[in-house]
């Protein structure tokens, strides 16, 4: 956003969505005056920094609108109600002239609204209740940008994890006619950049801008790539039969966490999601990735937000006895996370924590870590003849029998990412919480299953965690209240 830009104040709905929520914390860092819209602000409340105001208020009823775009320069459009209860599509259109009526009241002066591409004769209810959308927008009298675009790549959107589902969970795939499609997917950092410059570029009056990445491809291509990314074989057979219909139902047995909204995306996927001219390129100084980058740029973005997550707050209300089969789910990762209470100060808690491995050992079953190394070096792992190091200290790059120091901060955190063989990815992890009367020690064994043979690995191995795991905590408790030199 330009510099004069800065001064500007923006009013956003959507901030608890995941493209408006990452809309929000890049308007926030440009430092920007920013008011939001929220049905539930207790829940928005904890996501906002800085000076950003909630107003409490519904799209929908219109309550809490006006108060909302007081003063702003430009209002983003950022909610759809597919998913909710009762009739989405007129929730959608009463939303939407709500919210342009409000926004020409205000005397606001540029309404930026992220719909979605499609065209053809297989339009589902939901491509058509968007554009729908972006039409009344446009005719609200308020000049109107109305950004189309298709698939969104990215950690945590709803399209990218029906792909890794889908990937991860079906070795064997059927291949429906609809699953060549043509798509033009983006990725998630591209429709920011291009959300933040809407308030600035040419506007000579309210336009559809349709936007994309670089490259043309279709839904079958994005999974195959997804494959390739996390280093999975899958097979795929051809099935003339299978409609849009019968596949969402399908999909609501392979992916039950999405089967709300992702029946009405899937029932969409006949129709062309593709650019038809250069627009977006000549009005907005933005090349787009290709597909192959979007996907690593995913999984980079999730390994980086995954290894800053404070796994003490997260998991504070997981407590050893809570933990249901298989511990808990962050995402597509499992999680054990336990935590035990010591009557000792922070670095004390820490000291044998920091002395795990190697000759001390592991605290529990010290027989159980040494048969998982012995049985690790015929499939290429590193076993646990590695050791430590020092019997004291630790630094970052470390080796600790089969684990590998990822990051320590002394008195506070330790993180170990595995080296064994496995179908998957592992961290091992302890963080120390300073309380009343002294400390909490939170151990979390992360893992990143890698298909269906990586998640039967993870329940397969659950029932000794819980007796190896549990163990390690409780003796190292013991070893954290014992005095110095005892």
Known sequence: MSEEGTNRRVMMTGATGYVGGRLLHRLEQDGLGITCLARRPQVLAPRVHGATRIVQGDLVTGVGLDEAMAGADTAFYMVHSMGAQGDYLAADRAAARNFGDAARRQGVRRIVYLGALGSGTYMSPHLESRQEVGRILRECGVPTIELRASVIIGSGSLSFEMVRALVDRLPLMVWPKWVDTPTQPIGIEDIVEYLVQAPDVDLPESMVVEIGGADLVSYGDLLRAYARAIGLRRFFIRVPVLTPRLSSLWLMLVTPVYAKVGRQLVEGLRAPTVVSDDRARRMFAITPMGMVEQIERALLNEDQEFAETRWSDAMSSVG?????????????????????????????????????????????????????GFLDLPFGGAGTRRGRRDPEHLVVGDTLDFWRVEAIEPGRLLRLHAEMALPGRAWLQFEVQEVPNGSIIHQTALYDPRGLLGRAYWYMVWPFHKFVFGGMLRNIGRAARKKPGR
């Open 320 to 372: 050893q006895d809570d933990l249901a089969w298989g511990g808990a789910r962050k995402g597509s990762r499992m999680v054990d996370a336990r935590s035990l209470f010591v009557p000792v100060p922070p670095d004390r808690a820490f000291a044998p924590i920091q002395r795990i491995g190697g000759e001390q050992g592991w605290y529990h079953a010290n027989w159980m870590w040494d048969l998982r």
